[in-house]
Structures are given as C-alpha cells and as structure tokens.
RNA sequence: GCACGGAUAGCUCAGUGGUAGAGCGGCUCGUUUACACCGAGUUGGUCGGGGGUUCGAAUCCCUCUCCGUGUACCA
C-alpha cells in the first residue's frame, strides 16, 4: 500500500485522472456491449452554445449527468454520455460580427458578403469554439467524447435538410405573410418563444382628433406609441358603444404627418374595449398584431414607417424619418402639442415583449416568413399527461400540457447567414412570355407544363396553398424529396425544396435562387436524441441507445427545446425521445437574484475549481441543489464540499497509519471466519471475524447499510441534494466522529487480533463508502480507491481499473447480517453508549474542565471491559471508574445516562451553585414536559379517542419523565 | 388576469396527523499521536397572518399577505 501524502493536491490529482480516464477510454460507449444483463443507459447533452463558456448553471446541469452516468457504470450499464455544442445562430454571428467590426475589417456584414462572413465564423469557431468543452472536462464530466457533435456538421446538417424537406412535402412548413416578432438590433424574424415579456413604465399619451363630417366633434384616443400615427390607417371603435357607434363611416384627419394630414375612416370592430382607454382606438396595421387583424377585416391597407433596424422611415413624415424609435417617440408627442392635439399624458404601467437575446423591445412587423405547424403533437402530450415519460419535479407536465395544448406554429427562418440555410429554391416565371427560347427555360418550362398540368387534373393529393408536388426524379433518381410549389400571383414562383445535390445544382444551374433565410437554431438542435446518432441510418447506437435514459436541462428551455424534441422523436423515431426529465433550479446569488453580466454575481467555476477543486464544487452544489427548488450559490458550500473531501483524505490517511506488518501476519493467524465479501466485488485485506465485532463494529455496517440504502433511493428519485447530505452525516458524524474516535480503543491496545478485525471492518467501510461517493467526488475516491489498494485483486472492468466500474454497493441483507452477528438492536447498545458520552462531555463542559478527569459510571448494568475502554476514551477520562457502590460525595456532579448513572467527582473544587443551577434548569425542563404528557392523560376525550398504541406511548412517557424527575429531585436535595 | 411553486432557528433547508430537526453561522472551551479545511460543548423557532376540521395540526381544509416562476394580455 503507497503511503498518501500529508496534504491533498487535488489540481494533480484531478489533471492526472482526467487524462488517464481518456486514455483508458472509459468514458466510450460500445453498442456492441449492450446486453440484456448489460442494459444501456444513455444522456444526451444540452449542447452548450459554442461561443459559451462555463457558467454555475452549465455545472450544475452537468454534475447531475454526471453524477447520473457514473452511478450508471457502477450499476453495471453500457453508458453513453453524448456530449456536443450548437451553433447558436444570433448569439455566434453577433460574437463574430463584433469582433471584426472592433478590428476594423468591417463596418457592415455586406463589407464581407455572406460567402466570406460564413468563413470568418467557421475560423472564428475552430479556434475560440468549444471552449466549454474543455472546461467540462475540468469539471469530470464523464463524456463520450469521440461521439462529440456539433450541429452544423456535415451530416448533422443533412439531417436538418431532410427534416425540413420532410415537413415540407408533408405541407407543415410554409412560407407566409404574417406578423412576426421582429428584432431591430440582430435583424431578424423571432419566435414567440424567444420574446419575453417586461412590465415597463411608460407615458400614455392622449391626442384629440376632429371628424371631419362634424366639426366640433372630438375624439381622443390613446396610445402608448405616437411615433407610429404615421401608419394610422383608421381609428376603431365599438359599434356596440352607444357614444360612438353613430360615428363609424366618417372621418378623422390623422395628426402626423404634419404635412400629410390624410384623412382616416372610422370603423366599428368588435375587438375594442369600450372599457379601455377612451374606448377609441387608432389601427395601425403595420406595427401591432391586434391592428394588423383588425386591418385585414377591413381592407385596410398596412403601411411601414419604420426601417428594419428601428429607425423611421420616410413615410414618417419629414419630421420623424431618420429618428430612431424612441427619439421619434418623445418628438412625436412635440408635434402632437404643437398642433395642439396632445390632450395629456399620464405615467403608464404596460408590459413590452422584449428579444430574449439583444435585450431591445421587439417590433411587430410584417414579414415573408417560413412557419411550421408542430407535427406528432397528440403522442407527444399524451405520454406526458399519461405519464410515460416522466418529468421531475412532476409539476413541469402541467407547464408542458398547458403550452402543447395551445400550439402556435412556429416561425423558423431568421434573417441570419449563420445557420442552415433554408433549402429551398425558387423562380419567378413569366409563363406566357417565354420569349427566349433557351434550353434552361424549355426543361423549366416543361416543369411547369406538368405542373399546371397536375393542377388541372384536380388532384385531390394537392397539399395546402394551391401547391402541387411534381418529382425531380429525373434529375437525382434517388431522390424524390422535391416538391415544387405554385404560387399564382401574377407570375408564376416555382418554388423547390431538395435535399439532393444534383438537384440543387440542376435548380441552380436554371436560375433558380437559395431562400436567403437560415433556420432557428432550435430547429437542428430539437432533432439532437437522434441526429446525433447516426440517423437517418438505424445504427448501432440508435438502436442500442434510442430512447435515450434522462434529459438534465432547465426549464427555461421547456418549449424552445424539451417539448419540440419530443415531437421530433415522435415524428422520425416513432417513440419518445428519453423517458425522464429533470429539471434543474434556476442558479441565484446568495441573496437571490439571478446570476448576470451585468451584476457582476456570476463567478467564473474555472477560478473556483482553481481554489477548492472540481471535486469541492460538485460536492457543494449538489448539496445546495434541493428538487424543484432554485439554488442560491454560496461560496462556502463549495468550502464545504473542499473540507469534505480534506476530511475523507485525513480519515484515509489515518487507516492508512494504522497499517502495519504485525496485524498482517497476526491477523492471518487469528482470521478463523471462512466469510469473504468477495461476492461484493471486493476483497478485504484481512475478513472480519463475526466473533470479534465489537458493538461499534456492529453500528457502523448497520449505519453503513442505511446510508447505502437512503443514498441508492436518493438517486433513484433524484433527490441529489438528499444524497450528499446523507453522506455527509454518515462519512462525519457517524464514521469519523463516532466510529472511528470509538475504535481507538481497540487500535490503541494490544489485542492485535481484534485490531486486525478492527481495520478489515474500517476497510470493509472504507471501501464501500469511496464507492458511494465516488459518483459525486470522481477524482478523490478514485485517487483513495488506488491510493489505498482497493483496486487490487478485482477484474478490470469491475474496479480493477478504475472506481467507476466498481459495482455500486448494496446494504447486506438479512443472511449475511445473521452471519456478522448483527441484530438491528445492536444499533441501540452503541447509540446508549454514545448518549452516556454526550452527557458526561456536556458535565465536563459545564464545569468547564477541559483536561482529562476521572469520572466515575455507576453502572445499571454490568458492562464488559471493553466497552468500559470505548467510554473511557470517547469521555476522554483518566481514569473511569466503574464502581456498583459508588457513594458520592455532596454536591458531585452526576448525568443520568442509559447505561447508569455518571459521575463526575470533582475534589475540592466543586461548585454546589453551578450544579445546582444546572440540575435545576433540567427539573425545570422535564417539569414541564411531565404537564404536558400528564394533561393529555387526564383528558378524557383524549384517552378515550386516541389509538391504543398512542396512549401507550404517552403513558410509557409519563413513567420515563417522572423517573427521571425523582432522580433530579434526588439530585438536587443531595445539594442542600 | 390565470396557473403553479414557496414562506419552519441569524442563513440554507429536512420534516404530510402524535415529544419541532440538520448543516452552516454565533458563542464558550480545546494544539488528546488522521484532520484547526479540526475536535468538544452550547445558543437559537408561539413552523408567514387569520379562521376551520380533529382528542391532537408545521402537516388536512378555507382565506389573506408577501416572494418566485410560467402564461395571457388593452390601445
């Protein structure tokens, strides 16, 4: 056995296992290996954003994976954990776009144009990408790093092509019209997911317009956004409202602009609120969703004053146009009071949807955009609500059948260039003037023909917006994923959706255009459970690792990720995607406001791995992670987690000093026991002789048994934070403060064969608790594991390699308990023991004695000399005396303990005061729970109502509590 | 607005009908041959307020307040 160092440096240890780890491919899945006594277990990976960097919130989530794949491994699983990134469409390009404009390459993305810009990132990302990658690796995660993906790569992206094209013929993606929300600061199209909502303190402002067909008559209207009246195009109003309905079909002269004061019709919708407001309300189709609605019921034209990125524009009027958003706002108003429509303005509490990712108030705005109706979405809010697939805490199922049951479709282009582009093609065609009679137009022209040709013949099979399906398989025989699509307006737009390349070269080669569009990001990365292996193909490890075990994420990505994989999984796998769900708390501050940039309160876990260890870290935010609940970080739970594992060290090292060649050649000749726990894949380096357990023996394998069995069940419920406090109570406080400090008694004297027995029970221990921390602390149980020579002697795919393959310990069950000799009363023996050695500490520490001391036990029963030894070392006594006729002299200080009574005899020095205040605050005590027991006795609806065995239980209390009064009493008389 | 969580010791949290718990912190001791990143002792709570059910409520029911999350939104 090498000796441990004084002192543990986990930066070696943890830098020297990771890399031996990888060496030894621990980590790498094998399908091969699956098997009905070898089931799999797999994780997929939340893929971090590629640009991102290690948060609290990224540790969290993956020490539970972690902690979730290697108690896996120890359980005897094939285990896949599959790790990769994303490409994160905005947050990447911005990154990128930023970095280049900083250095001067560019002012604006078109300096570069798409082609180059899409190089720089993809540089940009092989050099600076995936550093989170890196630090996962810090951290211990155990990923199957040759199976790491990223979801632009090649075929990832195939699979992202073929779903699309898929969808596409199955007409759930179209292109549309629609009112988007729009981001003016990254330029895009966004989902409704990906806005969120703030309450703002806004100004209400209320103007006054006159109807034209009735001077005099004045309505006022209010509105939060004056800057948009340029794009008014009617004022509405209730035709059930009795103060206006006589006006709809007349006119009002919209304000601004200034100099274009067109005249505006009043219309009746039913849509208004004769509640709010002033009850009439201006409609501005181009810039609010509700207006645009409005707009379309009425014929109403849409009119856009304002430029992508937030800036007015011409139509606005010369006033606004060139002002941006919220500048054009306040001046808006100016011009109002100007010309003397502003009526007032009123402070107003509204909420504004705001871009999730730039943090800038959104705009409604009318864009083409591609949509997707959700498909498979019945399977996949039934196996939730049927609770097939399991989500912890239970009560996310009602977040997701809340938002499954009010589906949106989903808009999934973004005005970006990083990302898939949308495979689509399209051409405009002017049908009956094919005045150039090229080769390219005829074979397009010929498409069409058949088109038309398909159209006319009424096909039923006709999907939805007037489209027809035609097959390119004369181009690509293999493919017949092409789908051409009939828009008939004015020309004609043929448009084509491909996978294949020959295809897309034939579209190209005719003049047909790429859609200009990227897809969201989360439309690649919700088919990650299977893109990721090997799909479309049914692999290997599809087959062996599809469905996949748990999904650790948080539930802020609930709908934006969890809920679209598990429709995606329905719809290209048939079968749900993983069968649990844990969702992780939110990561806060100690005083609990959320991490941010901004606060300055996220701290940097590479720096706190620096200082405490990976191992600490883990340790204290698993500990600080209660179910369901948010988390509030605090540095000194991970201090706690760096004096754990400083305590596990120093408890191993102190084993590891007890070890000598005496007790080995004495314990070989006294081992008479033919019990091996060989079965429990791991040998001993000496057997335990049930003969020679000692009664502490016996209380730390049966505390040893309950901490196995309550961490097992722990982790089956993944109730981590649960675990880790159970270990920790057990390693401490039972082993280290109890146990241990007892066994001194056996280790410090001379009776080498029961300090043999002594030290194969601690390895025994030892042993087995290395193995239940080792899925929360890998790199220092793995350092003790071979440190100490548990490794030795065991196969090397069951521990003989590595701890994680080390079969998780199972708590001895009856048979083997009957053969150590241990009865569940057992525990109780040493519990007495233990609550003797409290109270005479608390006596010592009364009379403020710190030394040792003799104390004298006047035993209720005889007691064997070496649990006499156990007391006098845990009591710290010199001497302890065991005397049946002990008569103490006046005033002695005495504990009434289970096992007699204990006195602590101080000569000379005895404060009579001091005891007797003691002794009288314990009267006092018992005094008072001797009323309450005995009220409730006296109570007849009590005795009369209450269960048999409760009243046993209180009366069996009034007889403790008043014996124990007598003695006190007693006690106190002695005093006088 | 609606829905769902939460409120127990100074702090973080266990505790689902029968004597209120743990860790940390605080305080007091203590260099006894694993560990001061330690040990021993000790302090500390009318379980958010009010009402009800019950012999008995932190626990079950009703109601209110505050905090958090999700969701819907009206200018």
Redesign the pocket.
Known sequence: MPELDK?YTPSEVEARWYQQWLDDKCFQADPARVSEKRPAYSIVIPPPNVTGILTLGHVLNNTIQDILARRARMLGKEVLWLPGTDHAGIATQNVVEKTLKKNGEIKHRDDLGREKLVEKIWEWKDKHGGIIIQQLKKLGASCDWSRERFTMDPEYSRCVQRVFVDLYKKGLIYRGKRMVNWCPSSLTALS??EV??K?QNAV?YYFKVEVIEEPGTWLT?????PEVIPGDQAIAVNPNDPRYAHLIGKHVRRPLPVEDQAPLPIIGDE?????????V??VTPAH???DFEIAQRHNLPAVDVMHPNGVLNELAGKDLAGMERFAARKRAAELLAEIGSLVKEEPYQ??VGYSERADVPIESRLSEQWFLKYPSTQPSQEVVAKGDMRFFPE?WA??YD??MG?L?DWCISRQLWWGHRVPVWRKTIAIDESDTPTKENKETQSLVDSLLSAASSDSPATPTNGAVEVSLSKIDAQSSSCRLHLHGEGGMVVEAASTSVAEMRWLEEHGFTQDPDVLDTWFSSWLWPFATMGWPDKSDDLRAFYPTTDLVTG??II?FWVARMIMAGYEYMGEMPFKNVYFTG?IRD?Q?R?MSKSLGNSPDPLEIIAKYSADALRFGIMR?A???????F?E?NV??G??F???LW??A??RQ?QSSDDWQSSSNASSKSETTITNRGYVAEAEINPALLSSDDKWIVLRLNTAITEVSTALDEYRF??AT?TL??FF??EY??WY??AS?ATL?GNDSARKANTLAVIDFVLGHTLRIFHPFLPFITEELWHGMGFNTDMPDNQGGKSIMFAPWPKPLDQDELAHFGILPEDEQTANDKYKT??LG??L???F?I?K?VRFVLKPAQELPAHEIEVLRILL?AEPLDVDAAFTPKKGTPVALTPLGELFLPLDGIIDVDAERARVSKEVAKVEG?LA??RA?LA?E??TS???QK?LD?HKQ?ET?WSAQLDKLRAMLEALV
């Open positions: 002192t409704d997911e969120i909502m309450p209400m209207i209010a509105t939060t956004r849509h208004v609120d004769f509640e709010f407001g002033t009850g309300l201006k609010d969703k509700a509204n909420n009560r009602k977040v809340h938002w009010g949106q539930p802020d709908f939110i100690k609990g959320k600080s209660p179910l369901g609940q948010d988390i509030l605090d000194k201090e706690l760096r004096n594992c400083t305590k120093n408890a090292r102190f000093m934070s649960d406090h920790y109570r401490w406080t280290c403060d241990i400090e001194k410090q050695v409290e500490r608390g010592k520490s009364t403020n710190s040792k710290n729970e309450k027991v409730k109570d609806n009590f109502k209450v269960p409760v239980e209390r403790d």
